[in-house]
């Protein structure tokens, strides 16, 4: 079990998360020992880059995430009250909040439809940096949007007999579009209160968003590092991990639309490898949950996506997106 204690009110210690602790109470005592889940697979505490300069939902800009892994040790989550892995029938109600999600980050009408892509035109759509194309697959239906209508039907056209995995294959659709840079693939995992899995020992401590130790942490470790774990843009409170008086790992959440909110980890690299990030991400997701939200997991190395599936987080799908070559370019390349 987890713990949290307030930086304000002292060492008085609550228990992490009271929707998530009565759910796991529940399923004990009707499913007894035959319900018990085996062990989690090894996970490594480590960081890498989940390969995105995607824009922010919460205000448009750029945003990076980062998985918890040895070379940068810190990622980027997000939450919401629902479940993730490879999607399913028992995912639908979880599947269906996902693509209401973004379906609303797409900024225009568009719809998940089975075996085929809708693509939208949109100059709002935060599923890709701006004047870029987006694809998000979810189970076996893709969105995409695109910054105009010849985009918009070029990519519908290449990409519409394709499995929906494909889709967003960074190798398949380079042979199909003239790409000109990619960000991604990254998986889309998402998870509710009664798949939820918090892992971890350690006291974790919680403090406002803003604290100094928070702020010395985010400037003790490579400007690179800071920026992509987003926890500088946290709204929720931060869950910490002393060793005495020194922030070691921190976590929080940025609220985004659809009541999701963006989990950010982030671990002072000479404590990586050490599961502190699974512990404070726990909290994190707690309290997510705990609020009503729903947790999504954004990430595209395998480590990242081992250390969502020890919490509980299922994949649903994933979002590439590609900036492609201007028209002229384009043909210029065909005739080399």
Known sequence: MVLFRSATTGPALTTLGTAAASTRKAQRSSTGTQGRRSAPEPVTDQAVDVGSRQRDPASGEQGNSVDDQDQAGCFSVAASRTAC??????D???????????SDLAGA???FKDAAID???SSRSLLCPPGWVGVVGLGSAVIG???DGDTAEMVRASLSDLPSTAMTDPAVVGGRLPVAEVLGPASLAYCDVAGFRPVGFEVVEMAPAGHTDVGTLLASVPAEDADESGLAEITSPAFVVRTGSEVIAAAGYRTWPCSTAHVSV?????KRGRGLARTVA???VTHALDGGLLPQWRARPDASRRVARALGFRELGSQLSICLLPAGAAESVDHL
């Open 109 to 111: 009408p568009v719809a």
């Open 266 to 270: 982030l671990t002072v690299p000479a």
């Open 92 to 102: 639908h109600p979880l599947l269906d909040r996902a693509r209401r999600l973004w």
């Open 282 to 284: 726990a909290a994190a």
């Open 85 to 90: 892995h490879h999607a399913s029938m028992t």
């Open 119 to 121: 693509v939208a035109v």
């Open 145 to 147: 949007t695109a910054p």
